[in-house]
């Protein structure tokens, strides 16, 4: 079975503004990752890793520089129409990403006059789809800036949704949400996810939300994929050095159960002056001689996954041992 | 397109009610209104012929039967106001919705298109500006001759740069917003963009400058033709009747003074009405006049 969205060694630059330079900063460096029929695939990483060009770049709003796309098997090639009438994106700013002098209810049915697709009755139309995210009729009167935040982000659903796509990129679906609406929008993806058999591309920092959607997990550094698994294995034991950081900076119930030995040290280098090696070195707590010099390459690690670490064999095992040792 | 269904504008309910708050607003309002309506309904309302002559009555002051008195030719003033109100808004609403129209279209073009064609336009658009305003009309009137026409050429030359200008900054700031951002993914092509989704979020700031440039035409419009450049003579500019009124000025100072009354009157209200409007469609802007 073709994957509904396959990135191979995708590269984005943005071209440095000098004057008469033809410089070029690299922001997405040689990004593999797939994301199978139904399956939902959580992108992290820190602000400015690359996350959210990578979402652009997918749906053809950043021009890419190197690799391809490829959409249900077919490379995405200049023609993007394809991949935007299957492909739908959700915004991180929901209220932002509705344009502000049209009615919701235009709004949500603007994806059938785009493509020119039959739209006998628009009201109709829009009350199935606003009923679709459990909106009552009456909001396609509203205008954008008559919603909150929470009815914005299922309006920006229900429009996603309105040509049944195969794919959602979702960009920080949950940003600026307070908590008792966080889950109803996640429950909503859920539901739809099994009820259409939809994919979906989640970018976020929040591991909560990666726990709760995603069935795999791919980690970005400095544009770089660092680490890419299963949801549960990761958590379980991650085999990159940034991951475990991550994950071990993940507010607990329990503030004894921090290890303050993982957690991260200092900003994210820019990527203006990437460090020689293994990228991740200046912040990494395991740092050793060969990680300044040597840049590792992503390898298998097992459980069908990858790490981009020289150690994270040897590390599998420790942590094995200490899980046993946490569980006794 | 076929989107009849669904009303793009009208977004900003009560855009009028807030207007009659505004006691500038309101006058401004009403002194649009009733020069609008003395242009529109001038054979109507026009006692006399504004062009009809009667030498013997030249020279009248304000009376029952010329209520505004006459002029050296004996036309009656009142109807050569009422006739001018309809020559000086033509004018004005004429060329400024040429100018604005054609700087909404090259402006949009220019924040949405190619770089290369932005600088070009903008190239164009800043030479427009760099020429002074009056020589430029000098040079056009007499290159092509005194006239309506002409005159509405040289108008709008010299005032779409401005229009253009506006909605080309106000374009590029809104063309990485992610509406339009999320209309690109969902594949909308460049008219639609354009049309249904920059047009309405751009044109607010441009009604308002067009508002508050119409009274700058009408008064460009009296100055060209006061100096015989302009509407030529028996038509009846106000600027002409100025004109007429200043050769007369120790005989008959009346004709200065009504030929001038309108002239203000228009000027404060379209400036009243572009404040007016100004402060209701954008808040953030200038801040409130009294206080």
Same mark, same amino acid.
């Given at each position: 079975?073709?994957a509904?969205?396959?990135?191979?060694?995708?590269?984005?630059?943005?071209?440095?503004?000098?004057?008469?330079?033809r410089?070029?900063?690299?922001?997405?460096?040689?990004?593999?990752?797939?994301?199978?029929?139904?399956?939902?695939?959580?992108?992290?990483?820190?602000?400015?890793?690359?996350?959210?060009?990578?979402?652009?770049?997918?749906?053809?709003?950043?021009?890419?520089?190197?690799?391809?796309?490829?959409?249900?098997?077919?490379?995405?090639?200049?023609?993007?129409?394809?991949?935007?009438?299957?492909?739908?994106?959700?915004?991180q700013?929901?209220?932002?990403?509705?344009?502000?002098?049209?009615?919701?209810?235009?709004?949500?049915?603007?994806p059938?006059?785009?493509h020119?697709?039959?739209?006998?009755?628009?009201?109709?139309t829009?009350?199935?789809?606003?009923?679709?995210?459990?909106?009552?009729?009456?909001?396609a009167?509203?205008?954008?800036?008559?919603?909150?935040?929470?009815?914005?982000?299922?309006?920006?659903?229900?429009?996603?949704?309105?040509?049944?796509?195969?794919?959602?990129?979702?960009?920080?679906?949950?940003?600026?949400?307070?908590?008792?609406?966080?889950?109803?929008?996640?429950?909503?993806?859920?539901?739809?996810?099994?009820?259409?058999?939809?994919?979906?591309?989640?970018i976020?920092?929040?591991?909560a939300?990666v726990?709760?959607?995603?069935?795999?997990?791919?980690?970005?550094?400095?544009?770089?994929?660092?680490?890419?698994?299963?949801?549960?294995?990761?958590?379980?034991?991650?085999?990159?050095?940034?991951?475990?950081?991550?994950?071990a900076?993940?507010?607990?119930?329990d503030?004894?159960?921090?290890?303050?030995?993982?957690?991260?040290?200092?900003?994210?280098?820019?990527?203006?002056?990437?460090?020689?090696?293994?990228?991740f070195?200046?912040?990494?707590?395991?740092?050793?001689?060969?990680?300044?010099?040597?840049?590792?390459?992503?390898?298998? %690690?097992?459980?069908?996954?990858?790490?981009?670490?020289?150690?994270?064999?040897?590390?599998?095992?420790?942590?094995?041992?200490?899980?046993a040792?946490?569980?006794? | 397109?076929?989107?009849?269904?669904?009303?793009s504008?009208?977004?900003?309910?009560?855009i009028?009610?807030?207007?009659?708050?505004?006691?500038?607003?309101?006058?401004?309002?009403?002194?649009?209104?009733?020069f609008?309506?003395?242009?529109?309904?001038?054979?109507?309302?026009?006692?006399?012929?504004?062009?009809?002559?009667?030498?013997?009555?030249?020279?009248?002051?304000?009376?029952?039967?010329?209520?505004?008195?006459?002029?050296?030719?004996?036309?009656?003033?009142?109807?050569?106001?009422?006739?001018?109100?309809?020559?000086?808004?033509?004018?004005?609403?004429?060329?400024?919705?040429?100018?604005?129209?054609l700087g909404?279209?090259?402006?949009?073009?220019?924040?949405?298109g190619?770089?290369?064609?932005?600088?070009?336009?903008?190239?164009?658009?800043?030479?427009?500006?760099?020429?002074?305003?009056?020589?430029?009309?000098?040079?056009?009137?007499?290159?092509?001759?005194p006239?309506?026409?002409?005159?509405?050429?040289?108008?709008v030359?010299?005032?779409?740069?401005?229009y253009?200008?506006?909605?080309?900054?106000?374009?590029?700031?809104?063309?990485?917003?992610?509406?339009?951002?999320?209309?690109?993914?969902?594949?909308?092509?460049?008219?639609?963009?354009?049309?249904?989704?920059?047009?309405?979020?751009?044109?607010?700031?441009?009604?308002?400058?067009?508002?508050?440039?119409?009274?700058?035409?009408?008064?460009?419009?009296?100055?060209?033709s006061?100096?015989?450049?302009?509407?030529?003579?028996?038509?009846?500019?106000?600027?002409?009747?100025?004109?007429?009124?200043?050769?007369?000025?120790?005989?008959?100072?009346?004709?200065?003074? %009504?030929?001038?009354?309108?002239?203000?009157?228009?000027?404060?209200?379209?400036?009243?009405?572009g404040?007016?409007?100004?402060?209701?469609?954008?808040?953030?802007?200038a801040?409130?006049?009294?206080?």
């Open positions: 079975m073709t509904v969205l396959d990135l191979r060694a995708l590269s984005v630059d943005l071209p440095l503004g000098g004057f008469l330079t410089a070029r900063l690299p922001i997405l460096c040689d990004v593999s990752l797939s994301v199978g029929r139904g399956e939902s695939v959580a992108l992290v990483g820190e602000s400015g890793s690359g996350k959210t060009t990578l979402a652009r770049a997918v749906m053809g709003l950043t021009p890419i520089s190197g690799g391809s796309v490829f959409f249900e098997g077919q490379r995405v090639d200049g023609d993007l129409a394809r991949l935007r009438r299957n492909a739908a994106m959700m915004f700013d929901a209220t932002a990403s509705l344009s502000p002098r049209l009615t919701v209810g235009y709004l949500v049915t603007e059938f006059r785009i020119g697709l039959p739209l006998p009755d628009p009201a109709a829009a009350r199935d789809l606003l009923a679709r995210v459990g909106l009552p009729p009456a909001i009167r509203r205008y954008p800036h008559e919603l909150s935040g929470g009815q914005a982000r299922r309006v920006g659903v229900a429009r996603a949704l309105a040509l049944d796509p195969r794919l959602v990129v979702a960009d920080e679906p949950t940003a600026g949400l307070d908590v008792s609406v966080q889950a109803e929008v996640l429950n909503l993806m859920h539901d739809l996810r099994a009820g259409m058999g939809l994919a979906y591309l989640v976020t920092h929040n591991l939300l726990r709760h959607v995603a069935d795999r997990v791919v980690v970005l550094y400095l544009g770089r994929v660092v680490e890419e698994g299963p949801t549960a294995r990761i958590f379980a034991a991650p085999a990159h050095p940034y991951t475990a950081s991550l994950i900076a993940e507010p607990k119930p503030p004894r159960r921090r290890r303050a030995d993982l957690a991260i040290r200092g900003e994210v280098p820019s990527v203006l002056r990437r460090p020689a090696g293994c990228e070195h200046t912040r990494c707590p395991l740092v050793r001689d060969l990680c300044r010099s040597t840049p590792p390459d992503l390898v298998p %690690v097992g459980d069908g996954r990858q790490a981009r670490c020289h150690f994270a064999d040897q590390r599998q095992d420790k942590q094995g041992e200490r899980h040792v946490d569980h006794r | 397109m076929s989107c009849a269904d669904e009303t504008l009208g977004a900003r309910r009560g009028g009610r807030a207007l009659l708050a505004d006691p500038m607003g309101l006058a401004g309002l009403v002194i649009v209104v009733l609008l309506s003395m242009a529109v309904f001038a054979p109507w309302i026009a006692p006399y012929d504004p062009i009809a002559l009667d030498v013997k009555a030249k020279f009248q002051t304000p009376s029952a039967a010329h209520w505004a008195g006459t002029d050296h030719l004996g036309r009656d003033l009142l109807s050569r106001i009422i006739w001018g109100a309809r020559l000086a808004l033509g004018i004005a609403i004429t060329s400024v919705g040429i100018a604005g129209g909404l279209i090259l402006g949009l073009v220019a924040g949405y190619p770089r290369w064609l932005d600088g070009l336009l903008v190239l164009v658009f800043d030479s427009m500006s760099s020429l002074p305003m009056i020589f430029f009309a000098l040079a056009v009137i007499t290159v092509l001759g006239g309506t026409a002409t005159l509405i050429l040289v108008i030359l010299v005032s779409f740069p401005a253009a200008r506006l909605i080309r900054t106000q374009t590029l700031a809104l063309a990485g917003a992610d509406f339009i951002l999320a209309e690109r993914v969902m594949g909308a092509g460049t008219a639609r963009i354009l049309l249904r989704h920059l047009l309405p979020n751009v044109t607010g700031p441009l009604v308002i400058l067009l508002c508050m440039d119409i009274p700058v035409v009408i008064m460009l419009e009296a100055g060209l006061y100096l015989n450049l302009g509407v030529k003579p028996p038509a009846p500019s106000w600027g002409n009747m100025l004109s007429e009124g200043y050769n007369a000025l120790r005989q008959a100072p009346h004709v200065v003074v %009504v030929a001038g009354i309108p002239l203000v009157l228009a000027t404060l209200g379209f400036t009243f009405l404040e007016g409007l100004r402060d209701v469609l954008d808040p953030r802007g801040g409130r006049r009294w206080g």
